[in-house]
């Protein structure tokens, strides 16, 4: 049995405090010490990946703490009750079983007399069937024709993750012949969203997805009938182009409007349902199921490494201790995600839900005011875009926000040319390298507009090349990290009550049952 306990009830936690500003990185990243640094302070990820961690403000003793801290707050013995089926998260009381949508770890866990692991899988092969029939020609539009697009109706979770997986294997797929349709999403209520999808492609060989958990989104079910209403306008019958992904107690779920269902359920989180229904069946559509199975292996193998008690063989914990001692002990209020590939553009934008939506609480599990900081500020952008943007501030600002580069040594494409001397992945691979010493060991100048202080921590997760596999682990990981942050806060990681506020007010004011402020803003917009 596991307890659960406010970080600042630790003996190790208190430890941890006394070692603020112990390691100064600028010191410990110079000459030789540095080539030492980085060869040590690397953990084997799955699918061939690393985290290194050299540029991070740890030595053998911060790690030391770090490790007792996770055994003394039991974060793995934790990892395992959640995926064996406990009630992890409190606020919602329910399961929390995203993993088990990867196909391992763990017992059976058994809900309602549902074995909930073959109910994943289930759907999945269900998804895998289906959309090997459309591939195949043998479902088509009602004059016989192949579809050609699959478009996502879906917003925050039933978007982001699933979004940045398709963005992120898109181009690798045509690249090798795995390229079955063309995906696009819509999410925003924003009329524009689905007007400029639906002039982008041929309607009448399209399928669209509507993916919502609680089936009563308002901003996906506005973007449901607003495309159904262009179906009809162009002579089609909707029921013949749309599916539906949701849960089985969602309305959704109860109608016959759709060609097709898949199922998810409650326990499985909007920001941890990526690899669920939510993209499993616009992922399977796009690529083909072997390509989907390939991205949840990639996870698999990840999830298993978070299982490892020893914090250097267990990169998803590392990394989220790393991220406390900076968060709580060093007291940094953000943290930039950097990934230097293109493919990875909409994965920060993925992360910020994932990890603010988790962690940004500040009660714990019981639902009690907890007397320290809790998540980070997440936002980021690919490098080397972001180097002509906001690295301004990482390099000169007044505040220090620690970094997560992600890099792979071979492009996706291999299409690339030598210009003056390097291809343009050496470019990308020489200008991460050179980000992270620079952080690190800044420059000192006579001039103090051009000084550069240094001390500013970064990792880098870095593998040979982004492929279904890698993704897969690279999200497995980010969402571990996140897990067991969640678990250090002693906060509940999976329930969203600050989300669910906007929404009540929003229909309040269409229905009109507004007065004081929330009247007189839509007065301003005339609603
Ligand atoms: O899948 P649903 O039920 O439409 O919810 C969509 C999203 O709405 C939220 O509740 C808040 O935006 C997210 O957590 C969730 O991913």
């Known amino acids: 049995m596991v307890t659960w306990n406010n970080l600042d009830t630790l003996t190790s936690y208190a430890k941890l405090k006394d070692l603020k500003d112990h390691v100064d990185i600028k010191e410990a990243m110079a000459g030789e010490n540095g080539a030492k640094r980085v060869a040590e302070y690397s953990a084997p ?39 064996n089926g406990a009630i992890i998260n409190t606020g919602e009381q329910r399961l929390v079983l995203h993993h088990l949508a990867r196909r391992q770890l763990g017992k059976d866990v058994i ?19 289906f959309a090997n029939k459309v591939h195949a020609g043998e479902i088509t539009n009602e004059a016989g024709e192949t579809f050609t697009t699959v478009v996502q109706i879906g917003i925050g979770g039933s978007d982001l993750g699933p979004r940045a997986l398709y963005i992120a294997l898109e181009n690798w797929a045509k690249t090798n012949g795995c390229a079955k349709m063309e995906a696009k999403f819509i999410s925003n209520v924003d009329p524009d969203d689905a007007a400029a999808v639906l002039n982008s492609i041929d309607v009448s060989r399209s399928l669209f997805i509507v993916v919502s958990k609680s089936g009563t989104t308002l901003e996906t079910l506005t973007n ?96 989220a201790l790393i991220g406390v001692y900076e968060r709580n002990v060093q007291g940094y209020p953000e943290t930039a995600v950097l990934p230097y590939s293109q493919a990875l553009s909409r994965f920060p934008a993925h992360l910020q839900q ?132 969640g678990f250090i806060w002693n906060v509940n990681s999976f329930d969203q009550e600050g989300v669910q506020l906007g929404k009540v007010l929003a229909k309040r004011v269409l229905a009109h049952e507004t007065d004081g402020a929330l009247k007189a803003y839509s007065d301003l917009f005339e609603i």
């Open 45 to 83: 990820m799955a699918s061939g990946l690393s985290f290194n961690y050299a540029a991070k403000q740890v030595d053998d003793e911060v790690l030391d703490v770090l490790a007792e801290l996770a055994d003394e707050h039991q974060l793995v013995d934790k990892f395992e009750e959640l995926y």
């Open 111 to 129: 809900v309602d007399g549902v074995n909930k692991r073959d109910f994943y899988v289930e759907q999945q092969k269900k998804a895998a069937d």
């Open 224 to 319: 449901e009938a607003f495309v159904k209403d262009a179906l009809v306008k162009a002579g089609l019958n909707p029921s013949k182009h749309m599916l539906t992904a949701t849960s089985e107690t969602s309305p959704l779920a109860k109608s016959d409007d759709y060609l097709a269902a898949f199922f998810m359920d409650d326990f499985i989180g909007g920001r941890y349902s990526s690899v669920s229904s939510v993209g499993g069946v616009i992922l399977s559509l796009a690529f083909g199921p072997d390509v989907f199975a390939r991205i949840l292996d990639g996870m698999a193998e990840e999830d298993k490494l978070a299982t490892n008690k020893d914090i250097k063989a267990n990169p998803d914990l590392l990394d």
């Open 354 to 485: 994932c990890d603010m939506e988790s962690n940004g609480k500040s009660v714990n599990r019981f639902g009690e005011p907890v007397d320290y900081v809790t998540g980070p500020i997440i936002f980021g952008e690919p490098g080397t875009n972001g180097q002509h943007s906001f690295y301004q501030l990482l390099h000169q600002g007044t505040d220090i926000v620690p970094l997560q580069f992600v890099g792979f040594k071979d492009s996706q494409l291999a299409t690339d040319v030598v210009i003056e001397g390097s291809t343009s992945q050496k470019k990308l691979c020489a200008n991460v390298a050179a980000q992270i010493v620079a952080f690190a060991c800044g420059k000192d100048d006579e001039n103090n507009n051009k000084k550069f202080e240094g001390g500013r921590p970064s990792s880098i997760i870095i593998g040979d090349q982004l492929t279904p596999e890698s993704l897969g682990s690279l999200l497995a990981h980010f969402e571990n990290k996140i897990m067991f942050q």
